[in-house]
């Protein structure tokens, strides 16, 4: 072998960074075709914070752009998705975490506490015994409990989520595009959300479908947030936001309970089930009679991706009578990255061409 190109390419061990570029490694992953990344290093120490809504909100005002770089082209897309760690501030805390995505910082994501279960047992971030580990995870809505179970050599992991109760049910909104009134639940699981039947709305929940559902969804969504003032957190206003649109229709698969699909923040399009969402739709079917504490409900994407959810309990929160909804489903890795933002470059803060 002579090629001297050659023979440096396969001597290089390192990119030599820059001057006052940034370094941030982030850990990629998967939940039923949802992706995150988990960002491990590279963030800046924002020191004396109190709180992980105000560490959030000093995120929002001085580093804004480290989301941006990282969930928007070229290293990101518009459905990308991510999620800080960071030490506990909750005393009973394991850790805590910062949700982002393409259009700011969600206050629950179920998805992502899934993916971070099975790493955390990947990774022996967690004691695991006899194949079983646990996790509390203090998210911008309150402690999350999570736990996983290696079975056959895969982990499958489940957490309980916060309080999830209904706002109203049966309530109309008017949709200009499809000129005419639909109605829908609002319900909150960690976050808020409109649930609508897709039929309602006449369209089927499948892949081909992607771009009418985000249009529709990001119209509701609008319409709701313009016309509803029932959108209000017990506890936190910061909480106080819908954040997305679920589209329901029945399954065709046995076993099968439901599909949905959530469009949420600046249209994207949950790719799995929608941890969160599932966790409203929980509120909403026991408060309609439909299902009973220890019932369980199988619920698929508009990947055919499935989580498992049931009531687990009943509980008041506030002025309403709230459920803890248990999720569950499993996630993969699929890469581990070392992002670099150089000064000089023009688009180091993302775009988005959509």
């Not at 109309?172 to 109605?183: A, E, P, W, Y």
Request: glycine share 8%; net charge negative.
């Amino acid at each position: 072998m002579n090629s001297l190109f050659y023979k440096q390419f396969q001597s290089t061990k390192n990119y030599p960074v820059k001057k006052d570029s940034l370094r941030i490694s982030t850990i990629d992953m998967h939940t039923g075709g949802e992706p995150l990344r988990v960002i491990t290093g590279g963030y800046p120490v924002i020191a004396q914070v109190n709180s992980l809504l105000d560490y959030r909100k000093i995120l929002k005002q001085k580093y804004d752009y480290l989301r941006t770089a990282l969930m928007f082209e070229p290293r990101g897309h518009a459905d990308m998705y991510g999620c800080l760690l960071l030490p506990p501030f909750h005393s009973d805390a394991d850790c805590s975490v910062i949700f982002m995505h393409n259009e700011g910082y969600s206050s629950m994501c179920g998805h992502a506490t899934i993916a971070l279960m099975v790493l955390s047992m990947e990774m022996g971030w967690v004691a695991v015994v006899n194949g079983k580990a646990s996790l509390k995870i203090e998210a911008p809505c309150g402690l999350i409990v999570a736990s996983g179970e290696e079975k056959n050599g895969k982990i499958i992991a489940s957490f309980e989520c916060v309080p999830s109760f209904v706002c109203e049910l049966e309530q109309r909104v008017h949709v200009k595009s499809l000129n005419k009134n639909i109605d829908y639940d609002l319900a909150y699981g960690g976050a808020f959300y409109a649930y609508v039947n897709a039929t309602d709305v006449g369209v089927v929940l499948s892949p081909e479908n992607n771009r009418q559902l985000i249009e529709l969804g990001k119209e509701i969504r609008q319409q709701v947030i313009e016309t509803n003032h029932r959108i209000v957190h017990p506890f936190e206003a910061d909480l106080s936001e819908l954040y997305g649109v679920i589209f329901i229709e029945d399954s065709t698969l046995n076993g099968v309970d439901s599909r949905n699909v959530c469009i949420f923040a600046d249209g994207e399009l949950d790719r799995s089930p929608t941890g969160s969402g599932v966790s409203g739709r929980m509120a909403i079917h026991f408060k309609k009679q439909q299902i009973k504490v220890g019932q369980q409900m199988v619920i698929e994407s508009i990947l055919g991706s499935k989580f498992t959810v049931e009531v687990v309990r009943e509980i008041e929160y506030g002025s309403h009578h709230a459920v803890i909804p248990k999720v569950t489903g499993n996630a993969s890795v699929t890469g581990l990255n070392q992002w670099i933002v150089q000064p000089d470059d023009e688009f180091k803060h993302g775009f988005f061409l959509r």
